[in-house]
């Protein structure tokens, strides 16, 4: 039986190209989205991947999306947690909603999707987790403390749950991608993205499709025993 894995924030952007790879891997893939219903149906028309709508930033709604793809697909297998949000400003005009919202999706949401499944993971002895963490995580940013802080939390996360799952078959990895070619990057003023691209030695942005691959490599047999490691994929941006 195929191995089923979720991505959360699946159906666009890094989360797309990422259901997509594991997909042509064999995998049976749940593509998480929060929103944007419309991208998400025409996602599914297209690579005929299910889509389920949850808030990763709630823990009660991962519980039950978890138990749905469960139902619906078979026990999960493999989380992968890339749904994330930018609240970019400067301190001093970042409000409390935009830190916490930052923190309780793109952190928070790491803490309930491995709550929702590791304890299965666990039970079946075998199980794959790869956080989306983020150059910007581990150099900083300006404009980005929540946004960095929670990329950071994400690689302590990534490192303690590492040691939890080692001796029951379940690895915990991150991948860090620098700047990637997505809406998400795309809404950086022209002006300051330039500035940044300038300073990547590979002198572009990156593809989705070049973090997919991290990601399909950690989720396979091959990996067994790389767990609690952090993989930059940056251009060379931050050499950490
Ligand atoms: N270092 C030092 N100073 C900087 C700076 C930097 N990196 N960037 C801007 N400044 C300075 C500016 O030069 C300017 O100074 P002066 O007023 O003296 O001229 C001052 O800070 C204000 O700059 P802005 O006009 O840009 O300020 P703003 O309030 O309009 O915007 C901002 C601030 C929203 C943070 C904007 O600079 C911005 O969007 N920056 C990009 C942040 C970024 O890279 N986000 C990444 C999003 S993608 C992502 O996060 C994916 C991933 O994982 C990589």
């Given at each position: 039986?195929?191995?089923?894995?979720?991505?959360?924030?699946?159906?666009?952007?890094?989360?797309?190209?990422?259901?997509?790879?594991?997909?042509?891997?064999g995998?049976?893939?749940?593509?998480n989205?929060?929103?944007?219903?419309?991208?998400?149906?025409?996602f599914?028309?297209?690579?005929?991947?299910?889509?389920?709508?949850?808030?990763?930033?709630?823990?009660?709604?991962?519980?039950?999306?978890?138990?749905?793809?469960?139902?619906?697909?078979?026990?999960?297998?493999?989380?992968v947690?890339?749904?994330?949000?930018?609240?970019?400003?400067?301190?001093?005009?970042?409000?409390?909603?935009d830190?916490?919202?930052?923190?309780?999706?793109?952190?928070?949401?790491?803490?309930?999707?491995?709550?929702?499944?590791?304890?299965?993971?666990?039970?079946?002895?075998?199980g794959?987790i790869?956080?989306i963490?983020?150059?910007?995580?581990?150099?900083?940013?300006?404009?980005?403390?929540?946004?960095?802080?929670?990329?950071?939390?994400?690689?302590?996360?990534?490192?303690?749950?590492?040691?939890?799952?080692?001796?029951?078959?379940?690895?915990?990895?991150?991948?860090?991608?620098?700047?990637?070619?997505?809406?998400?990057?795309?809404?950086?003023?022209?002006?300051?993205l330039?500035?940044?691209?300038?300073?990547?030695?590979?002198?572009?942005?990156?593809?989705?499709?070049?973090?997919?691959?991290?990601?399909?490599?950690?989720?396979?047999?091959?990996?067994?025993?790389?767990?609690?490691?952090?993989?930059?994929?940056?251009?060379?941006?931050?050499m950490?």
């Amino acid at each position: 039986m195929s191995k089923v894995a979720v991505v959360t924030g699946g159906t666009r952007g890094i989360g797309e190209a990422i259901s997509l790879a594991l997909k042509e891997l064999g995998y049976t893939i749940a593509a998480n989205y929060a929103g944007n219903e419309e991208k998400a149906r025409a996602f599914t028309d297209r690579t005929g991947i299910a889509s389920f709508r949850w808030d990763v930033g709630d823990h009660q709604a991962c519980l039950d999306g978890c138990a749905e793809v469960a139902e619906k697909l078979g026990p999960i297998d493999v989380v992968v947690n890339n749904a994330g949000i930018t609240r970019d400003g400067v301190l001093a005009r970042m409000s409390f909603e935009d830190w916490n919202d930052v923190m309780r999706i793109n952190l928070g949401g790491c803490f309930n999707m491995a709550k929702a499944t590791f304890g299965d993971m666990r039970e079946r002895g075998w199980g794959r987790i790869v956080n989306i963490g983020s150059v910007n995580g581990q150099a900083g940013q300006y404009g980005q403390v929540n946004y960095a802080a929670a990329k950071s939390g994400i690689h302590g996360f990534t490192k303690a749950l590492a040691q939890e799952g080692a001796k029951y078959g379940i690895t915990v990895n991150a991948i860090a991608p620098g700047y990637i070619d997505t809406d998400m990057v795309a809404a950086v003023p022209a002006a300051v993205l330039e500035k940044i691209v300038a300073k990547i030695p590979v002198g572009r942005l990156g593809h989705a499709h070049e973090i997919a691959r991290g990601v399909a490599f950690l989720c396979s047999e091959e990996a067994a025993f790389i767990t609690g490691s952090t993989l930059s994929i940056n251009g060379g941006q931050h050499m950490y």
